[in-house]
């Protein structure tokens, strides 16, 4: 039986809780009964420090991760609504190597053969991944659909509900909220927040708010500076 992966997860609000019952139930239906072994999560809150949730410790800040044994693996969640552009710097201060990031996906979601996923992707329950499509490194999946031939790029959280349309193109570090619709072969520019139940029908320039039905450019995406705050 081989040795389950020693992993730490980043951030330790809703979605690294989540990410840790995702884990839960890989390890249930396991063949080997035990894929993953969580040593703790890393966070930069200091208030959650020393507390555990569901029996894993909250170990301390983000640049604890070279603190830890060289076979320690990650996974990110950290990348609220407020600052998920920020994701790609968060992880490059935290100083851990790419091929130290591992893929944690429920055992429900769908993914098609021909799609290719990054390191690091986080997928939940019920999620579908369609054919040819491509999903960049970091990216969180939570039970949406990504249709045939759609382009997800690095660092992007796509929230409980969505639907890409085929052909697609998501761009860096864009934050797509709960329930919304993107038509097919549109573009999501880098750093775009699409609001929750908004329908996309045009592309979306890079660093803006979309939201309403359609949706209609609101204001800048990185006006907000709440660094810590998830959900």
Known sequence: MMSPTKLAILGAGGPGKDTLGIIDDINKRSENKREFNCIGFLDNDKSKWGKSIHGVEVLGPVEKASDL?????FVNTIGGPSYFWKIPDIISEAGIADERFVSVIHPDAYIAESADLGRGVIV?????????????NHVMVKDARISHDDKVSDYTRIEGGTC??????IGEAC????????????????QALVGMGAVVVD????KTVVA????REMRKSTESDDKYSDI
């Open 203 to 206: 592309d979306v320039p890079a």
């Open 175 to 190: 934050y797509l909220g709960m329930n919304c619709t993107i038509r097919g072969a549109t573009t999501v520019e880098d």
């Open 69 to 73: 044994d060289s076979d320690v693996q």
């Open 164 to 169: 890409i349309a085929g052909e697609s193109t």
């Open 212 to 215: 309403g039905v359609p949706a």
């Open 124 to 136: 939940y329950s019920d999620s579908c991944i369609y054919e040819n499509a491509i999903i960049g």
